[in-house]
T-cell receptor
Framework: DAGVIQSPRHEVTEMGQEVTLRCKPI?????LFWYRQTMMRGLELLIY????????DSGMPEDRFSAKMPNASFSTLKIQPSEPRDSAVYFC???????????????FGDGTRLSIL | AQSVAQPEDQVNVAEGNPLTVKCTYS??????LFWYVQYPNRGLQFLLKYITGDNLVKGSYGFEAEFNKSQTSFHLKKPSALVSDSALYFC?????????????FGTGTQLKVEL
């Protein structure tokens, strides 16, 4: 089985440019999560979707950040305009639905390392 | 509110020795608890989870974790460490009641296993 696929793996761009990060979750997974990882703040949940619908976007840092999930097999995280403090590794994760017997583990992609100059 | 603490930024252990990576949590209700491992330039990988039942949970790569409700802890253990176990380890928690559907991760503990 293919895991969670993220693209690009690395992105270097200049301040003010639009950045779009992409994610393909594992087929059949109901939940999709976007995280950001930095040395200073650790791993932060930005937003998550259930069946393509955004459920909680309280972690999105500012209006410059937006996320969409147009269908079950694709999601994007967009930053416009980008700033140097957005530099981080961005992870996408997906999981099956939560079951009565307990949580399903999240499966992470290998991340996009974003550098804003 | 839910939270998790990993009190050690780094743990060093000699290969062949037992290892423990500590985690304590705080939830209003009952917890779901997880351990994940991250290797350099990779995403997090699931190791094991505690849902209910036996307090000793066994996971991948010989790791296990012990749930202790009275101490609100979920320490990760392995009887005999390998150099290949060197990685960043994250504990995570979700409150079964009122926690929404999101995990809260700890800050991570860097495990270094030396020859």
């Amino acid at each position: 089985d293919a895991g969670v696929i993220q693209s690009p793996r690395h992105e270097v761009t200049e301040m003010g440019q639009e950045v779009t990060l992409r994610c393909k979750p594992i087929s059949g997974h109901d939940y999709l999560f976007w995280y950001r990882q930095t040395m200073m703040r650790g791993l932060e949940l930005l937003i998550y979707f259930n069946n393509n619908v955004p459920i909680d976007d309280s972690g999105m840092p500012e209006d410059r950040f937006s996320a969409k999930m147009p269908n079950a097999s694709f999601s994007t995280l967009k930053i416009q305009p980008s700033e140097p403090r957005d530099s981080a590794v961005y992870f996408c994760a997906s999981s099956l639905a939560f079951s009565p017997t307990g949580d399903q583990p999240q499966h992470f992609g290998d991340g996009t390392r974003l550098s804003i100059l | 509110a839910q939270s998790v603490a990993q009190p050690e930024d780094q743990v060093n252990v000699a290969e062949g020795n037992p290892l423990t990576v500590k985690c304590t949590y705080s939830v209003s209700g009952n917890p779901y608890l997880f351990w994940y491992v991250q290797y350099p330039n990779r995403g997090l990988q699931f190791l094991l989870k505690y849902i209910t039942g036996d307090n000793l949970v066994k996971g991948s790569y010989g790791f296990e974790a012990e749930f202790n409700k009275s101490q609100t802890s979920f320490h990760l253990k392995k009887p005999s460490a390998l150099v290949s176990d060197s990685a960043l380890y994250f504990c995570a928690v979700r409150d079964r009641t009122g926690g929404g559907n999101k995990l809260t991760f700890g800050t991570g503990t860097q495990l270094k296993v030396e020859l």
